[in-house]
């Protein structure tokens, strides 16, 4: 990684909170994000490049012994159960989830900044989170046997603000915006496990 790239990324983060905070602002009818709900990082893979796990190691750096020993044995106790994996994508909880809450949460990666938000795919496509099934984000607009979101649902809801997709994927934010916009290297792309 090229120096001075954590302060950068930095700047960056500021920049992408500050529109993903006013993304789920404009979204609020159709958001079930609260404190204490963890289901997204309860099954996951969790993509993380070099920098952004840089900068969540400092996360980990300052939380306390005990919680870092817990992280630890949570990390051995899943790399034991990816070995016994025979699939194909070894989905697991995060090791950083202690008592339903993120312990790295000022530090986490891109991937749990946007979750909860409909994104546009490398093909332009509208993707939703996962929770969509699980009876949150965006349910009340979403259309289970079409696999989108439905303008009808949407008018029976009286909301003024209707639900929207933002490029919010992680190639658009880290390309697009990390790399080619503000010059930000990001290096090598593993899961959160992998980078343990
Ligand atoms: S880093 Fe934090 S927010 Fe992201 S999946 Fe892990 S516990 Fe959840």
Known sequence: MKENQLEDYCVYLHLITKKLNQYFQSQSPYIFCKEGCSKCC????YP?????????RIG??????????LIVSKVLKINEEKQKFKGDVFNYECPFLINDRCSVYNYRPLICRTFGLPYYDEENKIKVPFC???????NQVYDM???SISVDMYQKT????EPLAFNVSLK?????VGKET???????????LDWM
């Not at 309860?42 to 893979?45: I, L, M, S, T, V």
């Not at 969509?132 to 965006?138: A, D, K, M």
């Not at 009286?158 to 603000?161: D, E, I, L, N, R």
């Not at 658009?172 to 697009?176: Q, V, Y």
């Open 158 to 161: 009286g909301y003024a603000q």
């Open 182 to 192: 503000m010059g930000l290297d990001f290096g090598e792309e593993k899961t959160i």
């Open 145 to 147: 046997e079409n696999h």
């Open 172 to 176: 658009f934010l880290i390309t697009k």
């Open 48 to 56: 993380c490049s070099e920098l952004e796990f840089s900068f969540l």
């Open 60 to 69: 980990y750096a300052a939380l306390d012994l005990q919680t870092q020993k």
């Open 132 to 138: 969509v099934y699980e009876g949150l984000n965006y």
């Open 42 to 45: 309860r099954h996951g893979e």
